[in-house]
């Protein structure tokens, strides 16, 4: 007597796939109408400081607010410059700005390199001890480090603010996370083929990661520009002053001037919102892409 097995259909991919449940019409137009809620809250202090910089100064705090300025006073745009040292406050900080921002972006994907493809001893357990240091208040040590740059006499120059943010825990752990995501076997094939680490680094990994790279590049421009406090501790003299500082020196000045102050305020967000807008898309690919494995 003979056996008759009998073998099951074979299973469609899609069989096992879950049915993707689509948000209904209302909830989709609540979900936009709080996006659009919210949208609007976080970008009406930037229209109110807009509109505020072309107005004069008894308009500014008119009741009720004038949220468009119905006669632009173009004037305060040329005033800010003849009445403060723009010129000198925003050199600085484009300088210092692009020098950390160049350095953290070296240090923090070479290091990361090291960290996810490189295996030497106790690797592991320095990146957990580095990547700690992110736990760490600045507020906790800033004083013995104020101390040793006394020492090394570099306070009042622009090279105490390059030596302190040159390097960055938050670089190496993105940069890290996202070289993890390259595949293993194509880096030991560069290797069988005589490539050295170094060449690795600069023929591979930086062009795979240029999403990262935009990324980093762009929070550590940002993070940079808006610095306060640490220009504020090492940076004394006017002609070192950064936008930050210099805003602060002006509204103490002219306390009275709204509008100027408004304007001001608006030189000082204008130039990394443009990077930023101009980078978002790289930006936004690099935090998508960082940590998932391919």
Do not use: C, H
């Not at 010129?87 to 390199?113: D, E, I, P, R």
């Not at 030497?120 to 507020?139: C, K, N």
């Not at 993070?223 to 090492?234: A, E």
């Amino acid at each position: 007597m003979t056996t008759l097995l009998q073998t099951p259909p074979p299973r469609v991919a899609g069989d096992e796939l879950q049915p993707v449940r689509r948000l209904s019409g209302g909830r989709r137009v609540l979900g936009y109408l709080t996006l659009g809620v919210a949208a609007v809250l976080v970008l009406l202090p930037f229209y109110w400081m807009v509109m505020s910089s072309l107005k004069s100064n008894n308009d500014v705090f008119t009741v009720p607010v004038q949220w468009i300025a119905t006669d632009p006073v173009w004037s305060n745009y040329l005033d800010i410059w003849s009445k403060s040292d723009m010129t000198t406050w925003l050199g600085n900080t484009v300088l210092l700005s692009a020098v950390v921002t160049l350095l953290q972006v070296f240090t923090g994907s070479f290091a990361a390199y090291g960290f996810a493809k490189v295996r030497f001893p106790g690797r592991d357990v320095l990146f957990l001890a580095y990547i700690g240091t992110l736990a760490v208040p600045w507020q906790s040590y800033m004083v013995p480090q104020f101390v040793m740059m006394s020492k090394l006499q570099l306070t009042d120059t622009l090279w105490a603010i390059v030596a302190l943010q040159a390097f960055g825990a938050l670089g190496v752990f993105l940069m890290k996370q996202f070289y993890e995501t390259v595949p293993d076997e194509l880096i030991d094939a560069a290797r069988i083929d005589g490539m050295s680490e170094y060449g690795i680094y600069r023929r591979i990994m930086l062009p795979l990661s240029v999403p990262a790279l935009a990324s980093l590049t762009l929070i550590t421009l940002v993070t940079t520009w808006n610095d306060y406090l640490g220009p504020l501790l090492y940076l004394r003299s006017p002609d070192l002053w950064t936008i930050q500082l210099g805003l602060k020196s002006f509204i103490n000045q002219y306390n009275a001037e709204y509008a100027l102050i408004m304007t001001g305020s608006v030189l000082s967000v204008l130039p990394i919102l443009v990077i930023f807008l101009a980078g978002q898309r790289y930006f936004v690919e690099g935090i998508a892409t960082t940590g998932l494995k391919g």
